[in-house]
Protein backbone atom coordinates (compact mmCIF):
# COMPACT_ATOMS: atom_id res chain seq x y z
CA UNK A 1 0.00 0.00 0.00
CA UNK A 2 1.83 3.17 -1.28
CA UNK A 3 2.09 6.15 1.73
CA UNK A 4 -0.54 8.27 2.71
CA UNK A 5 2.11 11.51 2.18
CA UNK A 6 4.98 10.11 0.09
CA UNK A 7 8.22 11.86 -0.48
CA UNK A 8 9.33 11.64 -3.84
CA UNK A 9 12.66 12.53 -4.97
CA UNK A 10 12.70 14.85 -8.19
CA UNK A 11 16.32 14.39 -9.09
CA UNK A 12 15.25 10.86 -11.61
CA UNK A 13 13.02 13.55 -13.31
CA UNK A 14 15.24 16.47 -13.73
CA UNK A 15 18.12 14.15 -14.71
CA UNK A 16 17.16 10.52 -15.34
CA UNK A 17 15.93 8.98 -18.63
CA UNK A 18 12.15 8.88 -19.98
CA UNK A 19 11.95 5.11 -17.31
CA UNK A 20 12.71 6.98 -14.74
CA UNK A 21 10.82 10.10 -15.18
CA UNK A 22 8.28 7.72 -15.89
CA UNK A 23 7.69 5.92 -12.42
CA UNK A 24 7.87 10.01 -10.83
CA UNK A 25 4.94 10.72 -12.54
CA UNK A 26 3.39 7.37 -11.90
CA UNK A 27 4.15 8.26 -7.68
CA UNK A 28 2.78 11.81 -8.28
CA UNK A 29 -0.62 10.83 -9.77
CA UNK A 30 -1.20 7.93 -6.56
CA UNK A 31 -0.33 10.77 -4.31
CA UNK A 32 -2.91 13.09 -6.09
CA UNK A 33 -5.65 10.80 -6.06
CA UNK A 34 -5.52 9.45 -3.18
CA UNK A 35 -4.15 12.45 0.22
CA UNK A 36 -3.58 15.15 -2.80
CA UNK A 37 -0.55 15.78 -0.89
CA UNK A 38 2.98 15.05 -1.02
CA UNK A 39 6.70 16.30 -0.29
CA UNK A 40 9.32 16.75 -2.98
CA UNK A 41 13.12 16.51 -2.34
CA UNK A 42 16.08 17.34 -5.61
CA UNK A 43 14.07 19.96 -6.05
CA UNK A 44 16.97 22.16 -6.58
CA UNK A 45 15.82 25.31 -4.38
CA UNK A 46 19.15 25.81 -2.34
CA UNK A 47 18.55 25.37 1.35
CA UNK A 48 20.74 28.55 2.25
CA UNK A 49 17.97 30.67 -0.05
CA UNK A 50 15.44 29.41 2.12
CA UNK A 51 16.83 30.36 5.29
CA UNK A 52 17.56 33.64 3.80
CA UNK A 53 14.18 34.48 3.09
CA UNK A 54 12.53 33.49 6.16
CA UNK A 55 15.05 35.75 8.01
CA UNK A 56 14.03 38.75 5.91
CA UNK A 57 10.85 37.42 7.07
CA UNK A 58 11.26 37.57 10.63
CA UNK A 59 12.69 40.39 10.79
CA UNK A 60 9.70 42.16 9.06
CA UNK A 61 7.64 40.02 11.67
CA UNK A 62 9.53 41.75 14.90
CA UNK A 63 9.02 44.97 13.90
CA UNK A 64 6.97 47.12 15.90
CA UNK A 65 3.25 47.28 15.11
CA UNK A 66 3.26 50.42 14.06
CA UNK A 67 5.93 50.33 11.90
CA UNK A 68 4.71 47.33 10.00
CA UNK A 69 1.09 49.32 9.57
CA UNK A 70 2.99 51.65 7.21
CA UNK A 71 2.92 48.35 4.93
CA UNK A 72 -0.74 47.29 6.02
CA UNK A 73 -3.06 46.19 3.17
CA UNK A 74 -6.40 45.66 2.89
CA UNK A 75 -7.65 42.21 2.63
CA UNK A 76 -6.54 40.89 -1.57
CA UNK A 77 -3.65 43.16 -1.50
CA UNK A 78 0.05 43.38 -1.55
CA UNK A 79 2.17 44.00 1.97
CA UNK A 80 1.01 42.88 5.84
CA UNK A 81 -2.07 41.82 7.16
CA UNK A 82 -2.27 41.96 10.70
CA UNK A 83 -3.30 38.80 12.86
CA UNK A 84 -6.68 38.41 14.10
CA UNK A 85 -7.79 39.48 10.36
CA UNK A 86 -11.38 39.37 10.84
CA UNK A 87 -13.25 37.80 8.37
CA UNK A 88 -17.43 36.86 8.02
CA UNK A 89 -16.88 33.25 6.87
CA UNK A 90 -14.97 30.74 7.17
CA UNK A 91 -12.73 29.49 4.17
CA UNK A 92 -15.39 26.80 3.45
CA UNK A 93 -17.49 29.35 3.65
CA UNK A 94 -20.32 27.36 5.40
CA UNK A 95 -20.13 29.05 9.21
CA UNK A 96 -19.04 31.84 11.41
CA UNK A 97 -15.62 31.02 12.93
CA UNK A 98 -13.14 33.22 14.75
CA UNK A 99 -10.93 35.40 12.48
CA UNK A 100 -6.99 33.26 11.58
CA UNK A 101 -4.60 34.30 14.87
CA UNK A 102 -1.62 34.02 11.87
CA UNK A 103 -0.03 37.42 10.66
CA UNK A 104 0.90 37.60 7.01
CA UNK A 105 3.29 39.47 4.52
CA UNK A 106 1.62 38.69 0.78
CA UNK A 107 3.33 38.97 -2.83
CA UNK A 108 1.90 38.59 -5.97
CA UNK A 109 2.50 38.40 -9.71
CA UNK A 110 3.82 42.03 -10.53
CA UNK A 111 4.85 41.48 -14.20
CA UNK A 112 2.24 44.01 -16.07
CA UNK A 113 0.18 43.22 -19.42
CA UNK A 114 -0.92 46.77 -20.45
CA UNK A 115 -4.06 45.97 -19.96
CA UNK A 116 -4.86 48.70 -16.73
CA UNK A 117 -8.44 46.96 -15.57
CA UNK A 118 -6.72 43.62 -15.50
CA UNK A 119 -3.34 45.04 -14.12
CA UNK A 120 -5.32 46.76 -11.30
CA UNK A 121 -6.71 43.65 -10.37
CA UNK A 122 -3.99 40.83 -10.80
CA UNK A 123 -0.26 42.78 -11.44
CA UNK A 124 0.06 45.23 -9.51
CA UNK A 125 3.47 46.24 -7.72
CA UNK A 126 4.36 44.64 -4.29
CA UNK A 127 5.38 46.08 -1.24
CA UNK A 128 9.31 46.44 -0.45
CA UNK A 129 9.22 47.67 3.45
CA UNK A 130 12.08 50.32 3.80
CA UNK A 131 12.60 48.58 6.72
CA UNK A 132 14.26 45.67 5.81
CA UNK A 133 16.12 46.38 2.74
CA UNK A 134 17.38 43.28 2.29
CA UNK A 135 13.93 41.91 1.30
CA UNK A 136 13.48 42.74 -2.32
CA UNK A 137 16.34 40.36 -3.12
CA UNK A 138 16.04 36.94 -1.31
CA UNK A 139 12.22 37.60 -2.01
CA UNK A 140 12.38 37.89 -5.23
CA UNK A 141 14.95 35.24 -6.26
CA UNK A 142 12.61 33.00 -4.26
CA UNK A 143 9.69 33.93 -6.28
CA UNK A 144 11.73 33.34 -9.52
CA UNK A 145 12.82 29.59 -8.10
CA UNK A 146 9.11 29.33 -6.68
CA UNK A 147 7.78 29.79 -10.26
CA UNK A 148 10.60 27.50 -12.16
CA UNK A 149 9.72 24.36 -9.71
CA UNK A 150 6.19 25.19 -10.59
CA UNK A 151 5.98 24.83 -13.73
CA UNK A 152 8.39 21.90 -13.63
CA UNK A 153 5.57 20.31 -11.33
CA UNK A 154 3.11 20.95 -13.83
CA UNK A 155 5.06 19.41 -16.90
CA UNK A 156 5.39 16.67 -14.03
CA UNK A 157 1.85 16.77 -13.80
CA UNK A 158 1.19 16.46 -17.65
CA UNK A 159 2.75 13.46 -17.48
CA UNK A 160 1.00 12.09 -14.55
CA UNK A 161 -2.29 12.50 -16.38
CA UNK A 162 -0.82 10.26 -19.22
CA UNK A 163 -0.47 13.85 -21.43
CA UNK A 164 2.78 16.01 -23.29
CA UNK A 165 4.63 17.38 -20.88
CA UNK A 166 4.12 20.57 -22.40
CA UNK A 167 0.13 20.57 -21.91
CA UNK A 168 -0.51 22.31 -19.44
CA UNK A 169 2.49 25.52 -20.51
CA UNK A 170 0.29 27.70 -22.98
CA UNK A 171 -1.79 28.48 -19.89
CA UNK A 172 1.37 29.36 -18.06
CA UNK A 173 3.15 32.01 -19.63
CA UNK A 174 1.95 34.98 -17.63
CA UNK A 175 0.59 33.93 -14.92
CA UNK A 176 -1.25 34.75 -11.82
CA UNK A 177 0.42 33.70 -8.37
CA UNK A 178 0.24 34.84 -4.39
CA UNK A 179 3.45 34.62 -2.10
CA UNK A 180 3.05 34.40 1.59
CA UNK A 181 5.12 34.08 4.47
CA UNK A 182 3.03 33.17 7.45
CA UNK A 183 3.87 33.87 10.71
CA UNK A 184 1.84 31.07 13.11
CA UNK A 185 2.60 33.09 16.76
CA UNK A 186 3.53 31.41 20.07
CA UNK A 187 0.74 31.32 22.62
CA UNK A 188 -0.15 34.65 24.34
CA UNK A 189 -1.47 33.98 27.98
CA UNK A 190 -3.29 37.75 27.86
CA UNK A 191 -5.39 36.51 24.40
CA UNK A 192 -5.81 32.81 24.51
CA UNK A 193 -7.32 30.96 21.46
CA UNK A 194 -11.11 31.33 21.11
CA UNK A 195 -12.78 28.24 20.74
CA UNK A 196 -12.35 26.78 17.12
CA UNK A 197 -9.94 28.88 16.54
CA UNK A 198 -6.61 28.37 14.12
CA UNK A 199 -3.95 29.71 12.86
CA UNK A 200 -5.45 29.02 9.25
CA UNK A 201 -8.90 28.23 9.14
CA UNK A 202 -9.90 24.68 7.55
CA UNK A 203 -9.79 25.02 3.83
CA UNK A 204 -8.94 24.04 0.19
CA UNK A 205 -6.25 26.22 -1.72
CA UNK A 206 -7.90 27.76 -5.16
CA UNK A 207 -5.28 27.72 -7.61
CA UNK A 208 -3.48 24.84 -8.88
CA UNK A 209 -0.45 23.77 -7.09
CA UNK A 210 0.85 24.99 -3.57
CA UNK A 211 4.45 25.04 -3.02
CA UNK A 212 4.90 25.33 0.87
CA UNK A 213 8.24 25.70 3.46
CA UNK A 214 7.39 24.48 6.44
CA UNK A 215 8.79 24.75 9.80
CA UNK A 216 8.06 21.46 12.04
CA UNK A 217 5.58 22.55 15.33
CA UNK A 218 2.85 21.09 17.19
CA UNK A 219 0.88 24.04 16.28
CA UNK A 220 1.49 23.42 12.67
CA UNK A 221 0.26 22.03 9.46
CA UNK A 222 -2.69 19.28 9.58
CA UNK A 223 -4.24 17.42 6.51
CA UNK A 224 -7.55 15.89 6.20
CA UNK A 225 -6.99 12.18 5.14
CA UNK A 226 -8.77 9.78 3.12
CA UNK A 227 -10.10 7.78 5.84
CA UNK A 228 -12.26 11.45 7.30
CA UNK A 229 -9.91 12.08 10.18
CA UNK A 230 -7.22 15.46 10.68
CA UNK A 231 -3.69 14.44 10.65
CA UNK A 232 -0.14 15.70 11.18
CA UNK A 233 1.28 16.64 8.13
CA UNK A 234 4.66 15.13 7.53
CA UNK A 235 7.89 16.83 7.97
CA UNK A 236 11.37 16.61 5.88
CA UNK A 237 14.21 19.32 6.49
CA UNK A 238 15.26 18.98 2.73
CA UNK A 239 11.84 18.32 1.16
CA UNK A 240 9.02 21.23 0.43
CA UNK A 241 5.47 20.45 0.40
CA UNK A 242 3.25 20.42 -2.54
CA UNK A 243 -0.53 20.14 -2.90
CA UNK A 244 -3.20 20.93 -5.39
CA UNK A 245 -5.74 23.30 -5.08
CA UNK A 246 -9.48 23.36 -6.51
CA UNK A 247 -8.40 24.87 -10.30
CA UNK A 248 -6.44 21.90 -10.93
CA UNK A 249 -8.63 19.24 -9.37
CA UNK A 250 -11.76 20.99 -11.66
CA UNK A 251 -9.36 20.89 -14.54
CA UNK A 252 -8.69 17.21 -14.03
CA UNK A 253 -12.27 16.54 -13.90
CA UNK A 254 -11.64 15.55 -9.75
CA UNK A 255 -9.12 12.62 -10.68
CA UNK A 256 -6.99 15.01 -7.85
CA UNK A 257 -8.30 15.88 -4.74
CA UNK A 258 -7.40 19.60 -3.25
CA UNK A 259 -6.89 18.66 -0.53
CA UNK A 260 -8.32 20.36 2.92
CA UNK A 261 -5.71 21.45 5.71
CA UNK A 262 -5.95 23.84 8.50
CA UNK A 263 -2.94 25.05 10.96
CA UNK A 264 -3.03 24.54 14.98
CA UNK A 265 -3.71 27.61 17.01
CA UNK A 266 -0.87 27.59 19.53
CA UNK A 267 -0.39 24.57 21.90
CA UNK A 268 0.21 24.88 25.43
CA UNK A 269 3.35 21.53 25.06
CA UNK A 270 5.23 24.06 23.43
CA UNK A 271 4.12 27.55 24.49
CA UNK A 272 7.15 29.42 22.89
CA UNK A 273 6.64 27.91 19.25
CA UNK A 274 7.01 30.91 17.12
CA UNK A 275 6.62 29.42 13.01
CA UNK A 276 7.27 31.18 9.66
CA UNK A 277 6.21 29.04 6.56
CA UNK A 278 6.86 30.05 2.92
CA UNK A 279 3.75 29.59 0.53
CA UNK A 280 3.50 30.09 -3.14
CA UNK A 281 0.44 29.75 -4.39
CA UNK A 282 0.86 29.13 -8.21
CA UNK A 283 -2.51 29.75 -10.80
CA UNK A 284 -2.58 30.33 -14.64
CA UNK A 285 -2.70 32.96 -17.06
CA UNK A 286 -5.94 35.15 -15.91
CA UNK A 287 -7.43 34.43 -18.67
CA UNK A 288 -6.89 30.66 -19.17
CA UNK A 289 -9.37 28.93 -20.19
CA UNK A 290 -10.14 25.84 -17.44
CA UNK A 291 -11.64 22.76 -19.07
CA UNK A 292 -12.42 19.13 -17.48
CA UNK A 293 -10.68 16.62 -19.00
CA UNK A 294 -12.75 13.87 -20.40
CA UNK A 295 -12.75 10.04 -18.95
CA UNK A 296 -10.90 7.77 -18.87
CA UNK A 297 -8.61 10.88 -17.19
CA UNK A 298 -11.72 12.67 -15.90
CA UNK A 299 -14.17 11.45 -13.24
CA UNK A 300 -16.42 14.57 -13.11
CA UNK A 301 -17.20 17.15 -16.08
CA UNK A 302 -17.75 20.66 -14.76
CA UNK A 303 -18.51 23.65 -16.92
CA UNK A 304 -15.38 25.76 -17.97
CA UNK A 305 -14.44 28.48 -16.71
CA UNK A 306 -11.91 31.45 -17.05
CA UNK A 307 -9.23 31.48 -14.52
CA UNK A 308 -9.23 35.00 -12.99
CA UNK A 309 -13.47 34.43 -12.47
CA UNK A 310 -13.46 31.63 -10.36
CA UNK A 311 -10.50 32.89 -8.65
CA UNK A 312 -12.08 36.15 -7.94
CA UNK A 313 -15.46 34.25 -6.60
CA UNK A 314 -14.09 32.13 -4.50
CA UNK A 315 -11.61 35.16 -3.03
CA UNK A 316 -15.07 37.14 -2.40
CA UNK A 317 -16.19 34.15 -0.72
CA UNK A 318 -13.41 34.42 2.43
CA UNK A 319 -13.54 38.43 1.98
CA UNK A 320 -14.60 40.21 5.43
CA UNK A 321 -17.84 41.98 4.92
CA UNK A 322 -18.06 45.34 5.39
CA UNK A 323 -19.73 46.46 8.63
CA UNK A 324 -22.72 48.73 9.06
Known amino acids: MPEIFPVIDLTPWFEGDSGERAKVAEQ ?22 RAEVRAVARE ?7 VKARSSIAFGGRGWIAPRFASAEGY ?20 ATGDDSVDARWFRPNTWPAEVPGMRPVVSEYIERMRALSDELMSLCAVALGLDAEFFAPHL ?11 YPPVDPARPPAPGQFNVAPHTDFGTITVLDREPGPGGLQVFTPEGAWADAP ?11 DLLARWTGDRWHAT ?3 VLPPQAVAPEDDLISLVYFYETNHNAVIESMEPPVGRTSFPP ?12 SIAPK ?3
Open 60 to 66: FFTLPAD
Open 322 to 324: AKH
Open 28 to 49: VDEALRTSGILLVTGHRVPVGL
Open 173 to 183: DHPTYGFNFNR
Open 92 to 111: EGTAEMAPDLKESFSFGADE
Open 305 to 316: VLSHEYLRSRLA
Open 260 to 262: RHR
Open 235 to 245: YHPDALTVNIG
